[in-house]
C-alpha cells in the first residue's frame, strides 16, 4: 500500500523537526530539564537524519526502515520528556506531547523505500553505473604509473 509522505517529504519533515526541537524551548523558555531534553533529542534526529538513506541524508549508510524506527522512538521520549522534570507546566507537556505524536504520526504515513528517480541519482552519487566511467584517459594512466614506479 502506497503511504502520502515520501522519503523526499520526510527529510524535508525531519529537518524542520530539528529546528523545532532545538528552538522552541528557548523561545518558550523551558524549564532546564525539558530544554536540555529537546536539545539532545534535535541533534541525535540531526544526526540519523544526515546518515539516512533519502534524498536529504549526506552519508546515506542507515537504512529508512531503521530511520522510522529511530523517529517513533524519538517520537515517544518526545511526548514522556516533561514527565520526568517536577517543574514542568502545562506548556512544555502541551508542545512536547504534540510534538512527540507528530514525529510518531509521519513516521506511520511514511514511505519505506524511495523513488526509483531518487534511487537512481543515490546510485550515481555513490559508484558510477557503468564500467566506462571507471576507467582513465591512456595518460593519466601512464602518469600514475611512472608515479607508482619512481616510488617503488
Not at 8 to 14: C, E, L, N, P, S
Not at 66 to 88: I, K, S, Y
Not at 97 to 111: H, K, M
Request: glycine share 6%.
Amino acid at each position: 500500500m502506497r503511504k502520502p509522505i515520501s522519503t523526499k517529504t520526510h527529510a524535508f519533515i525531519d529537518y524542520l523537526t530539528v529546528a523545532k526541537l532545538l528552538l522552541l524551548p528557548r523561545v518558550m523558555n523551558f524549564s532546564d530539564t525539558v530544554s536540555n531534553g529537546m536539545t539532545a533529542l534535535g541533534l541525535v534526529k540531526l544526526a540519523y537524519t544526515l546518515l539516512t538513506r533519502h534524498e536529504g541524508g549526506l552519508y546515506k549508510v542507515l537504512p529508512m526502515k531503521a530511520h522510522l524506527a529511530m523517529d517513533v522512538a524519538g517520537g515517544a521520549m518526545t511526548a514522556a520528556l516533561p514527565f520526568a522534570d517536577e517543574d514542568a507546566d502545562e506548556t512544555e507537556i502541551g508542545v512536547c506531547c504534540a510534538l512527540g505524536a507528530f514525529d510518531v504520526l509521519v513516521a506511520a504515513l511514511t514511505e519505506t523505500e524511495t523513488s526509483p528517480a531518487s534511487r537512481a541519482s543515490t546510485r550515481q552519487q555513490v559508484a558510477p553505473t557503468s564500467a566506462e566511467q571507471y576507467r582513465m584517459p591512456r595518460g593519466e594512466a601512464e602518469e600514475s604509473r611512472r608515479s607508482i614506479e619512481a616510488w617503488s
